[in-house]
T-cell receptor
């Protein structure tokens, strides 16, 4: 299976600033996803990163707050904009090898703390 | 009702024992089912897919009951290293996965 890497692994940011998280896969993959995981909670899908078009956002998440890029089939970024303490969380990117009934594989995650 | 429901635990189990988790799902059209394992402060990792006929991987056995809309995970001869949170995952449509909140397992020596 492809290998996925995510960076930064952690960061501490000031309120009102923005942070861009990068996710790189070592081979072309069809689908890439961005999740958020609050402490003690399960994963919540933020959006599906579509190559060559705008990301598809889930209810409660908007492009202005979480702009996503996917310029090619191996790379995606998620920006957390105008951060507040409520954005403190783990952000995870994942990919699946194809459509349909495929499992997803995850990067190591980015642990984000907002002061 | 949540789309995927799990008993959060924690399950405290002595080493060597057998433990089983259930997970229920609400979407009768779901076709893909998975168990993931997540260690503390780590990313989720695929443990096994769950097939209609049931499947086994070493000490781990997964079962699917479509009529009752639940999947199960059985761990035999549990090891200390099995301590983790086990996430039940079900597909919503062609590519979206819905994640359960996880069941925490603690194996005690």
């Amino acid at each position: 299976s492809a290998v996925i890497s995510q960076k930064p692994s952690r960061d501490i940011c000031q309120r009102g600033t923005s942070l861009t998280i990068q996710c790189q896969v070592d081979s072309q993959v069809t689908m890439m996803f961005w999740y958020r995981q609050q402490p003690g909670q399960s994963l919540t899908l933020i959006a599906t990163a579509n190559q060559g078009s705008e990301a598809t956002y889930e209810s409660g998440f908007v492009i202005d707050k979480f702009p996503i890029s996917r310029p090619n089939l191996t790379f995606s970024t998620l920006t957390v904009s105008n951060m507040s303490p409520e954005d403190s969380s783990i952000y995870l990117c994942s990919f699946s090898d194809g459509h349909g009934n495929q499992p997803q594989h995850f990067g190591d995650g980015t642990r984000l703390s907002i002061l | 009702r949540k789309e995927v429901e799990q008993d959060p635990g924690p399950f405290n189990v002595p080493e060597g024992a057998t433990v089983a988790f259930n997970c229920t799902y609400s979407n009768s059209a779901s076709q893909s089912f998975f168990w993931y394992r997540q260690d503390c402060r780590k990313e989720p990792k695929l443990l096994m897919s769950v097939y209609s006929s049931g499947n086994e991987d070493g000490r781990f056995t997964a079962q699917l009951n479509r009529a009752s809309q639940y999947i199960s995970l059985l761990i035999r001869d549990s090891k200390l290293s099995d301590s983790a949170t086990y996430l039940c995952v079900v597909n919503r449509d062609n590519y979206q996965l819905i994640w359960g909140a996880g069941t925490k397992l603690i194996i005690k020596p």
